[in-house]
């Protein structure tokens, strides 16, 4: 059933993370009471998003799976959709009901901290990006929203940026669960492939087909990679206690709804097509059944609260991955209940646990102890929530456990397995008891710790969040069962199962073995609580050497030593580097052409036959000549500014050879890229010492006539085969070409431009240019942080950046006061250019030019002002320069291409404005979503231009430049 609807909580929830950065931009929170009212408006974007959630249990529960598609890449039949069913629905409800809670804590939580904005976006971020993942109906979808939690988890953990274990924790963290995306990723594509689809209805529809593969070993491998390194399931568990740096709102989200559930999800979503085989039984049960008895050990040797509860996630992750392991209608009954209960105990413990933390100063056991005087309300909720963590009844806690114990104890399960599962549910049910009551107790009873004297209760509001859902703990236990969450659980298990599954809510089922197991599990626990004192110090005593955490930080010892390793050839002199470069290229080249170097030479020489046809053969020979004279003047002239010359002579030589061809096009950019290849060229040798230079060219001078001609011989080789290659590949290949003519009948019709070469550009590779952008983009942003940094570690001037004077004499570059009449000609060139670049942008679709151009002609106008009049004045001139131009044009970039999404269907598709509005236009111009891209690419280029021309122009000292010069 399609229901356009399920996009809406995605798109509430993603608006509130803007405006929180909007928010925090406009430095609107100086106050607790603002940031308290910040958390509140926000919270209501997952609160109307469970809301909207909640109307569609009705659906669900009879029977209709809902789904919401936009074309996305048609040309791969691959949509953006949304899947809604039991289970992802079941899910989703946890996502935005606990997140909603989540959001006004936090509000309370940092109600002292100024950045508390950028925590509110980064966890709005993280539950929309959770959001997508369980409602994914498209597994490149659910990959993107996979990868998506593993950034933002990682923005989360490392929102206390300066403290190192924060820093260490999220690195961890992402690591681990980054190696399991890229697993991900290749398993998914391995099941489209097999299954020809990558809609996860029809993948669902799919099982007989990829189980019988002979790929199944491999793709069910890759996908269980991914879920255990995400849901911190053994031995890849090590990343989710470390993860405890994250702020107390962000690791009761992360441990209860969200992240850590992730790989749980995945495995129960493709059960019905996976599973049900022997490999599947014994994976995710043996893994489930070490991971559910290991973090119950470990959980009890904790002395910090969060640590204690992160263990205790481990270990319920674990029996829910264990449950998945199993074919049988109960285990996905245990695993539903548990999902549930899990999600509810454990949100309300963490919020328990920030709280006392907040309000007391600590988190450690040792320091804690008779605070129920002081926090009453907030000991009743850790009881509530602690009763049910330990599996007690009436709490919901006590079904979830009577239902894997019912679980083990099937009678589908051989003997000895069911023996197996069985004691170790047990061993771990009595652990958890254990720790609930060393949580409980050891935190608002006994004797008073250092930590009672500061301690008061929190605010009661910000208490509502951990109320909530310990109080649903004891109600869905307590009260009549819930018809309607009962049906949903049913539906959410026989999904996942891949048939009917029957749930019921009754805590009572009779005196049968998970009673009697589930008896001993409590006597066993009273008793490990009892002497926890004794068995704490044993465990702190007993193998602390079998430590996971070693062996990771030896891996990562490992991998720098082998980086090291092959590093070693880096010395610090980029001919060594450029050598090895060509000199790999070069071997690359005969290795794969198999000693067959020679035959392709001769083949390439009877294919290529020269001809003299007139007075254009002889302007490309001059043209050929002046290039390779000139560049052989850049390697032999001794002054550097004569060799930069040299070389922009070379590259402009080659411009006029794409004119003749004729390449109008291709020849504009490669005039405008090498004049401004110069012009960035100059400025950075200005910047270089001369005395470093001249040791540098002696140093050149000195070297032997073996280095000469051995750097000759590397050069001479390396043309030879570039020359060979390309020769070989204009010559073997068909000459009609297959593209060409699509291209040039639909340029037109589609795109309504006359020049081809724009319309691929912006049109038919609209992608391929935004990406290439985006690189042009990053790399001028690259060099202004490399060069700054590295200016900042010299102490050179060019780190700061100093206040502007409106009053400053046109002193140029380097320091020389410069005439009137260059001052005039710097004073129009910019405007000129301005026009020149929208002249290009408005009419690059009929005739030669585009976007890039104009953006380099107006940047070549910016580095002529910053030579004429210097960095100071070029910055008091055209104060516009610091707007966040590179911003401008990704986000107008993105604006043109949504646009075609919204009218058309497809991303980044031709929108012809003008036509839409009726406006009556200039004669070859379209107000389109191609002008706009032209404009965003200019913007772009524009932008990383000055952040090259800025930090090459900048002076090492403005006043004593201009003193210098006097």
Not at 609 to 633: C, E, K, M, N
Request: hydrophobic residues 55%.
């Amino acid at each position: 059933m399609q229901d356009s609807t399920l996009f809406l909580p995605f798109v509430f929830i993603f608006l509130a993370a803007l405006i929180a950065v909007g928010v925090g931009q406009t430095n609107l929170l100086k106050a607790g009471n603002g940031r308290f009212s910040l958390a509140w408006l926000l919270a209501v974007a997952p609160f109307t998003s469970f809301v909207l959630l909640l109307q569609k249990v009705s659906l669900i529960n009879g029977g209709e799976t809902l789904i919401a598609s936009l074309t996305w890449l048609p040309s791969l039949n691959i949509n953006f959709s949304f899947y809604l069913d039991g289970l992802s629905l079941l899910f989703a409800l946890l996502i935005t009901g606990i997140g909603t809670l989540i959001i006004v804590y936090a509000g309370y939580y940092f109600q002292n901290e100024p950045s508390a904005w950028r925590f509110l976006s980064y966890l709005l971020l993280f539950m929309g990006a959770m959001l997508g993942l369980v409602m994914a109906g498209d597994i490149i979808a659910l990959f993107l929203f996979w990868e998506g939690t593993s950034i933002t988890s990682f923005l989360l953990v490392a929102y206390k940026y300066n403290y190192p274990e924060a820093r260490q924790g999220a690195f961890k963290a992402l690591l681990i669960t980054g190696g399991g995306g890229i697993a991900l990723l290749f398993g998914l594509l391995i099941v489209a492939n097999v299954s020809g689809q990558t809609s996860l209805a029809e993948i669902l529809a799919s099982g007989e087909l990829l189980r019988e593969s002979g790929l199944y070993p491999l793709m069910l491998g890759l996908l269980a990679l991914a879920a255990v390194t995400k849901s911190a399931q053994w031995p890849f568990h090590i990343w989710l206690p470390r993860a405890m740096s994250a702020p107390t709102p962000a690791s009761a989200y992360l441990h209860s709804a969200t992240m850590v559930k992730g790989g749980i999800y995945l495995m129960a979503r493709l059960n019905p097509v996976l599973g049900e085989t022997e490999l599947w039984f014994w994976l995710f049960s043996i893994i489930g059944l070490i991971t559910m008895v290991l973090g119950a050990y470990l959980g009890l040797k904790q002395n910090d609260l969060k640590a204690l509860l992160a263990y205790s996630t481990i270990s319920q992750l674990g029996v829910l991955m264990m449950l998945i392991g199993q074919d049988t209608d109960i285990a996905f009954k245990a695993l539903v209940v548990g999902v549930l209960a899990h999600a509810l105990y454990k949100s309300a413990l963490f919020l328990v646990a920030g709280t006392v933390d907040l309000e007391s100063g600590t988190r450690d056991l040792r320091l804690l102890g008779g605070l129920r005087e002081k926090m009453a309300i907030t000991a009743v909720i850790a009881i509530i929530a602690g009763l049910s963590m330990a599996g007690l009844p009436p709490m919901f806690g006590f079904l979830a456990k009577e239902t894997l114990l019912a679980t083990a104890v099937h009678p589908s399960l051989p003997t000895f397995i069911s023996w197996v599962l069985a004691a170790g549910s047990v061993v771990a049910g009595s652990l958890m008891l254990a720790q609930a009551g060393l949580l409980v107790v050891g935190t608002f009873w006994g004797k008073p710790g250092e930590a009672v004297s500061k301690a008061h209760e929190a605010p009661k509001l910000m208490l509502l969040a951990p109320a909530i859902p310990a109080v649903l703990s004891l109600a869905i236990g307590l009260l009549p069962e819930p018809e309607i969450l009962a049906t949903l659980l049913a539906k959410a298990a026989g999904t996942a199962f891949g048939g009917e599954v029957k749930v019921s809510l009754a805590l009572w089922t009779g005196l049968n073995v998970p009673l009697l197991l589930s008896t001993i599990a409590i006597s066993l626990g009273v008793g490990i609580f009892y002497f926890r004192h004794a068995i704490r110090q044993w465990q702190d005593s007993f193998a602390p050497q079998l430590d996971l955490n070693r062996s990771f930080a030896a891996t990562l010892h490992g991998i720098d030593w082998l980086a090291n390793q092959v590093t070693r050839l880096q010395n610090g002199r980029l001919r060594f580097y450029l050598s090895v470069i060509i000199v790999g290229m070069v071997g690359l080249v005969l290795l794969f052409t198999q000693g067959q170097f020679s035959q392709l030479l001769l083949t390439v020489q009877d294919d290529v036959h020269f001809s003299w046809t007139g007075s254009q053969d002889f302007l490309r020979l001059v043209a050929i000549l002046v290039a390779v004279g000139a560049a052989i003047a850049s390697v032999l002239l001794k002054r550097d500014f004569a060799a930069i010359v040299a070389l922009g002579a070379s590259g402009l030589s080659i411009a006029v050879l794409m004119v003749l061809e004729p390449a109008p096009d291709v020849a504009l950019v490669q005039v405008v890229v090498d004049i401004l290849s110069v012009v960035i060229l100059v400025l950075a040798l200005r910047l270089l010492p001369r005395k470093e230079r001249q040791n540098a060219l002696a140093l050149n001078l000195a070297s032997g006539t073996g280095e000469r001609i051995r750097n000759i011989f590397i050069a001479a080789s390396s043309g030879l085969v570039v020359t060979v290659i390309t020769l070989f590949a204009l010559t073997s290949r068909e000459r009609e070409s297959i593209i060409t003519p699509f291209f040039m009948d639909n340029a037109k019709p589609l795109t309504a431009a006359k020049d081809v070469v724009g319309a691929i550009i912006v049109d038919f590779r609209a992608l391929d240019t935004m990406i290439e952008i985006a690189v042009f983009s990053m790399a001028g942003l690259g060099m202004f942080t490399l060069l700054r940094q590295a200016a900042q570690i010299v102490g050179d001037k060019m780190g700061e950046e100093r206040p502007l004077s409106s009053n400053l004499p046109s002193f140029g570059i380097f320091g020389y006061r410069t005439s009137v009449f260059v001052q005039t000609l710097a004073r129009i060139s910019l405007p000129l250019a301005i026009v020149v670049g929208a002249t290009h942008m408005m009419y690059g679709h009929d005739q030669p030019g585009d976007g890039f151009t104009a953006g380099v002609i107006i940047s070549l106008a910016i580095a002529f002002a910053y030579v004429v009049f210097g960095y100071a004045e070029t910055r008091e001139r055209y104060k516009w320069l610091s707007t966040p131009l590179i911003a401008s044009g990704i986000f107008l970039l993105l604006l043109a291409g949504g646009s075609g999404w919204l009218i058309n269907g497809t991303f980044l598709s031709t929108v012809d404005y003008g036509a839409m509005l009726n406006l009556p236009l200039p004669t070859g111009f379209n107000l389109s979503s191609s002008f706009l891209f032209e404009v965003a690419i200019c913007l772009s280029v524009l932008g990383s231009v000055f952040f090259m021309l800025n930090t090459l122009g900048h002076p090492e000292g403005l006043g004593q430049t201009v003193e210098n010069s006097r």
